[in-house]
T-cell receptor, first 115, second 114 residues
Framework: GAVVSQHPSRVICKSGTSVKIECRSL??????MFWYRQFPKQSLMLMAT?????????EQGVEKDKFLINHASLTLSTLTVTSAHPEDSSFYIC???????????FGNGTRLTVT | AQSVTQLDSQVPVFEEAPVELRCNYS??????LFWYVQYPNQGLQLLLK??????LVESINGFEAEFNKSQTSFHLRKPSVHISDTAEYFC????????????FGPGTSLSVIP
């Protein structure tokens, strides 16, 4: 089956630093990738949608200058949390699909802790 | 815009009992529907999906869901649950348009009691 690899699985960083999270589709070409954020015991909140080779579309309330998304190839998308603060601590999950009627394939998530 | 409602935030059920997790959606256009499961500290896994055709869809581990267009529902059922089914279950919807986003419901926490 389709596999999405997300790294790192856990990261701890100091306030003010930047963190990059990678999301790779290992055995399919991901025309669209989605980045979600999940708070403890809550649902997934869509942050942005990215299509290969074009700028990401951010959801209302998500700061695009803080959460930089790059979808440079059909198998790789990155999310960079810039100047991280403790309130950015969360579980970030990427997902990818190759067609509109394909289900989303999820990475295992990244637990970000900002101290 | 589409939205998803899962009325039950927590569902405790005894082992081997049946369970139904409810999901309702709203959308002005045709949609694809999905159920995802999330085990503790893990990412999401697709449980089953409805794209078109038969309104009853099944998963390999005994779950099934039925698409009801008139009631805009996609409830998830299992006739006999196991301890290993304890997890968070998310209903999700996507419009049938290019590159449209997938919206998740708030989730239902299923706890199977031995």
């Amino acid at each position: 089956g389709a596999v999405v690899s997300q790294h790192p699985s856990r990261v701890i960083c100091k306030s003010g630093t930047s963190v990059k999270i990678e999301c790779r589709s290992l055995d399919f070409q991901a025309t669209t990738m989605f980045w979600y954020r999940q708070f403890p015991k809550q649902s997934l909140m869509l942050m942005a949608t990215s299509n290969e080779g074009s700028k990401a579309t951010y959801e209302q309330g998500v700061e695009k200058d803080k959460f930089l998304i790059n979808h440079a190839s059909l198998t790789l998308s990155t999310l960079t949390v810039t100047s991280a603060h403790p309130e950015d601590s969360s579980f970030y999950i990427c997902s990818a699909r190759d067609r509109i009627d394909s289900p989303l394939h999820f990475g295992n998530g990244t637990r970000l802790t900002v101290t | 815009a589409q939205s998803v409602t899962q009325l039950d935030s927590q569902v405790p059920v005894f082992e081997e009992a049946p369970v139904e997790l409810r999901c309702n959606y709203s959308s002005s256009v045709s949609v694809y529907l999905f159920w995802y499961v999330q085990y503790p500290n893990q990412g999401l896994q697709l449980l089953l999906k409805y794209l078109s055709g038969s309104t009853l869809v099944e998963s390999i581990n005994g779950f099934e869901a039925e698409f009801n267009k008139s009631q805009t529902s996609f409830h998830l059922r299992k006739p006999s649950v196991h301890i290993s089914d304890t997890a968070e279950y998310f209903c999700a919807v996507s419009r049938k348009t290019s590159y449209d986003k997938v919206i998740f419901g708030p989730g239902t926490s299923l706890s199977v009691i031995p």
